[in-house]
């Protein structure tokens, strides 16, 4: 998915980070004595999916499933960056709360409901909802959503008409929808418009250049869906600079035997539904993104890989289910469907520098999967297996199986002292990662950090010396994502018998400065503890300075 470096043998990772991608040899004298170091026997690395639109969080009571529960399968199938797409104002809180509780793994962008599937208006309370583009966050105020046609509800629009009669479902005029998207985009909002019908295709590409009036797309506003693209629209897309987003998996096995989508839809736009063939043969270098729309499709990756290349279906049985000649025709191949499974779905969610390919300064979130979808012959595509999966460092999700494939996480949490050994600087911690040693805190410089590698409870403390009088203590956060903390900051002249001085208790996010001013200052410190009990981060620090009068 780098063009400049589409293969590697050997990562580099420190913290959150990639720092570098080469040969074995350029990678290994990068290591030092605490480095850890995977031989991964010629597995395959990759980065990790991204799902463009999806409802894994609103929609996983649908499956019976906790947001918790929804969330862990996205990992275990590799979905490492998502867009949750139905949000109206509670579920906005609900992913708050998720976000502050900790529990919030993937890298989420929400994008905020103007109206849902029945055309019923939510609103633009959106606006009040500033979107956010802030590095490594792991949720995001992505942009508003609004649906066009029928689908869930309704019919999709069609210019053809439905063997039982009608046209489908129009919820808008185009000069309502029109006025929709330019003032969500006066407002700073991207747009993505749910689309289906080419009717409602048409009239979102429309609204689109509307607003733009000849400008380029910065806004990246985007059409949702686009499954009854007609020919004569395919080319609008780059014109327009849109940027579609399509459908995966494709049940095939229905079609043949039933024949699903004809007999519901007419065999007229049966040559062009879920062209994607056509669709990238008309847009030469335009970042179609792929998407799951979980739980209305499957959310299996390797499934929905396995269906753009091939077009088939393997049925509950474990039949395959070849498609007809006009379907098999709209197939693409493994090297165009991996970057709209990645790179171009980050590009949609204004994510591409941060992930969505391996490369030095995005972030490591990527994936150890069972072989090379690349050199594997496209059948087989559907057998690949995740083994782990890694966000921003950390592995959020390993297959018993592979654990010796897996980076392990050094982290005894405690809050005592004596969990940590005193350096020779007088500098101790409940846990480090190597990369990141606690030295790294008190050094002057915020560009390093010393990070635990662990969730809270975690600490960090500091020998003066000598008793000390103390008028003030600065700490720099280093957080992601955002959200609520506590950090208790503890002195004394015995590090056995430390008094609680102050507490920090709310919303901190990177690279807030925290400050601790007695009203006179401290005497008799020699010890300093900076205890944290609460973060939805592996606790770390930037920065902490102890200033004396």
Request: glycine share 8%; charged share 20%; net charge negative.
């Amino acid at each position: 998915m780098e063009p400049n470096q589409p293969t590697a043998q050997a990562i580099a990772i420190q913290g959150e980070m990639i720092i570098a991608v080469g040969t074995d040899d350029e990678i290994l004298t990068l290591s030092g004595p605490e480095t850890q170091i995977i031989d991964l026997q010629g597995q395959t690395i990759m980065p990790g999916f991204v799902d463009a639109h999806d409802h894994v969080f609103n929609d996983a009571g649908k499956k019976d499933m906790s947001m918790e529960q929804s969330q862990q399968m996205a990992l275990e199938y590799g979905i490492t960056t998502l867009a949750n797409m139905y949000n109206p104002p509670d579920v906005l809180d609900e992913m708050r709360a998720f976000q502050q509780a900790g529990k919030l793994k993937i890298r989420t962008s929400l994008y905020l409901t103007y109206s849902g599937p029945c055309g019923e208006i939510i609103g633009d309370w959106h606006k009040d909802v500033a979107p956010t583009r802030n590095p490594g966050e792991m949720l995001r105020t992505g942009g508003m959503k609004m649906t066009a046609d029928g689908g869930v509800c309704g019919k999709a629009a069609l210019s053809t008409a439905y063997p039982d009669g009608g046209f489908g479902d129009l919820w808008f005029t185009q000069d309502q929808i029109n006025q929709i998207v330019a003032d969500a985009q006066a407002a700073g909002y991207q747009v993505a418009i749910h689309a289906q019908g080419d009717r409602a295709i048409e009239q979102a590409q429309n609204a689109i250049a509307f607003a733009l009036n000849g400008k380029p797309n910065t806004y990246r506003h985007r059409i949702e869906h686009n499954p009854f693209a007609r020919p004569d629209l395919l080319s609008r897309y780059s014109e327009i600079g849109i940027v579609p987003i399509a459908f995966g998996a494709y049940p095939t096995c229905a079609e043949i035997h039933d024949s699903y989508y004809s007999s519901f839809f007419g065999t007229e736009p049966m040559p062009y539904l879920e062209n994607w063939r056509a669709f990238l043969d008309a847009n030469p270098g335009l970042p179609v993104a792929w998407h799951s729309d979980w739980p209305y499709a499957s959310m299996n990756t390797f499934l929905n890989l396995y269906s753009y290349v091939t077009r088939q279906e393997v049925d509950t049985e474990g039949n395959i289910c070849m498609p007809p000649e006009w379907l098999a025709s709209h197939a693409i191949s493994v090297d165009e469907a991996l970057p709209m499974m990645t790179i171009n779905a980050a590009y949609a969610l204004f994510r591409e520098t941060e992930v969505g390919s391996l490369k030095a300064g995005k972030f490591a979130d990527l994936l150890i999967i069972s072989d090379d979808p690349t050199a594997i012959n496209p059948n087989d595509l559907i057998n690949l297996q995740v083994w782990m999966t890694m966000v921003g460092g950390k592995v959020e999700f390993c297959a018993d199986e592979h654990a010796s494939l897996c980076p392990r996480t050094e982290a005894a949490a405690s809050s005592g002292p004596e969990a940590g050994a005193p350096s020779s600087s007088g500098i101790s911690a409940s846990a480090s990662l190597a990369t990141d040693p606690p030295e790294n805190a008190f050094d002057g410089d915020t560009e390093t950090i010393w990070n635990s590698g662990a969730d809270p409870d975690q600490w960090i403390q500091i020998n003066l010396g000598k008793p000390t009088t103390v008028s003030a203590i600065r700490l720099v956060v280093s957080q992601y994502p955002a959200g609520d903390t506590i950090h208790q900051i503890w002195g004394g002249a015995d590090e056995n018998n430390l008094t609680l001085l102050h507490e920090f208790n709310g919303f901190t996010q990177d690279p807030d400065t925290l400050e601790f001013k007695p009203s006179t200052p401290l005497s008799n410190i020699q010890y300093i503890k900076i205890i944290t009990t609460q973060s939805p981060s592996w606790v770390a620090w930037r920065e902490i300075e102890v200033t004396s009068p």
